[in-house]
């Protein structure tokens, strides 16, 4: 049973940066995609970045880019999502989900989902 549990979120003030991780177990991840969406109160959940497992070919969504670096780290089964220059708006509940293929951009595409960890941003 595939497993994905979040840590690293926090309050934080704008500018500041914080990294979460996303510990992965109950399978070998190569031939999956990686990604993190987020949910701000009141809004859909949306794409933030994804990495595939096996090359490491990343993506970002345009509000983020140049600003959140998405990694993972093979030996330890953990995908991270580095944030700097946090803004208010990056406040909501960040989830990581992982998905058997290439490229998604979508949650529909993705089978598995972690509980969420909260990021706040204050101004």
């Known amino acids: 049973q595939v497993q994905l549990v979040e840590s690293g979120g926090g309050l934080v003030q704008a500018g500041d940066s914080l990294r979460l991780s996303c510990a992965a177990s109950g399978r070998t991840f190569s031939g999956y995609v990686m990604a993190w969406f987020r949910q701000a109160p009141g809004k859909e959940r949306e794409f933030v970045a994804f990495i595939i497992w096996t090359s490491g070919s990343t993506y970002y969504a345009d509000s983020v880019k140049g600003r959140f670096t998405i990694s993972r780290d093979n030996a330890k089964n953990t995908v991270y999502l580095q944030m700097n220059s946090l803004k208010p708006e990056d406040s909501a509940v960040y989830y990581c989900?992982?998905?058997?293929?290439?490229?998604?951009?979508?949650?529909?595409?993705?089978?598995?989902w972690g509980q969420g960890t909260q990021v706040t941003v204050s101004s």
């Open positions: 989900a992982a998905a058997r293929g290439g490229r998604a951009m979508f949650k529909r595409e993705y089978e598995y």
